[in-house]
Antibody
């Protein structure tokens, strides 16, 4: 069955780095764009970054631009996000999500992982 | 960025009730809106996309309507498993995608 599993979260000091991974199974990974979406504790959802199916286009939220880098390995069905210069406000559960392109060309998130918690604290 | 505002922030209801949640966009987003359900400790689940299209596998008691700036999610007859937090998301301007702040549906 289709599944996304995130890993790599943990506790890191401000200014530190982490790399999150999202392993896909049961889907034709190479056919789909992928997103990272985060949720701060007790708060709402914030879109973070998107990478097109072939890795050629990448987009970032202003809050992470220049600090986060999204990438993917289609040979291993894995999505990554490299997070540098981490700040306390980056503390959140990070979800990877599959890109659904509707008939009208708009994009939504139709398959989500269970998330991995990143805590940025001294 | 397009701002999404949901109302109410929380609502109490009973099993069998009809529940409506509203989402308002800060500018016209045509019908480019989705609704998600999230239960505690779980990932969000896509319910509705393109304002009124039911995602595969989602029960037909969920429906969405609206266009322009005003949208609604309706649950026709609330079931015990429907108590959760609901989020809207605009898909007109990307990047970034933006979400509403959420509506918590609680048992009365």
């Amino acid at each position: 069955q289709a599944q996304l599993v995130e890993s790599g979260g943990g506790v890191v000091q401000p200014g530190g780095s982490l790399r999150l991974s999202c392993a896909a199974s049961g889907i034709n990974f190479i056919n789909f764009g992928m997103h990272w979406v985060r949720q701060s504790p007790g708060k709402g959802l914030e879109w973070v970054t998107f990478i097109r199916y072939n890795g050629n286009d990448k987009y970032y939220a202003d809050s992470v631009k220049g600090r986060f880098t999204v990438s993917r390995d289609n040979s291993k069905n894995i999505l990554f996000v490299q997070m540098n210069s981490l700040r306390p406000e980056d503390t959140a559960v990070y979800y990877c999500a599959r890109d659904l392109v509707a008939a009208d060309g708009t994009r939504y998130f139709d398959l989500w992982g269970r998330g991995t918690l990143v805590t940025v604290s001294p | 960025d397009i701002q999404m505002t949901q109302s109410p922030s929380s609502v109490s209801a009973s099993v069998g009730d009809r529940v409506t949640i509203t989402c308002r966009a800060s500018q016209d987003i045509s019908s480019w809106l989705a609704w998600y359900q999230q239960k505690p400790g779980k990932a969000p689940k896509l319910l509705i996309y393109s304002a009124s299209s039911l995602q595969s596998g989602v029960p037909s008691r969920f429906s969405g309507s609206g266009s322009g700036t005003d949208f609604t999610l309706t649950i026709s007859s609330l079931q015990p498993e429907d108590f959760a937090t609901y989020y809207c998301q605009q898909a007109k301007n990307f990047p970034p995608y933006t979400f509403g702040q959420g509506t918590q549906l609680e048992m009365k």
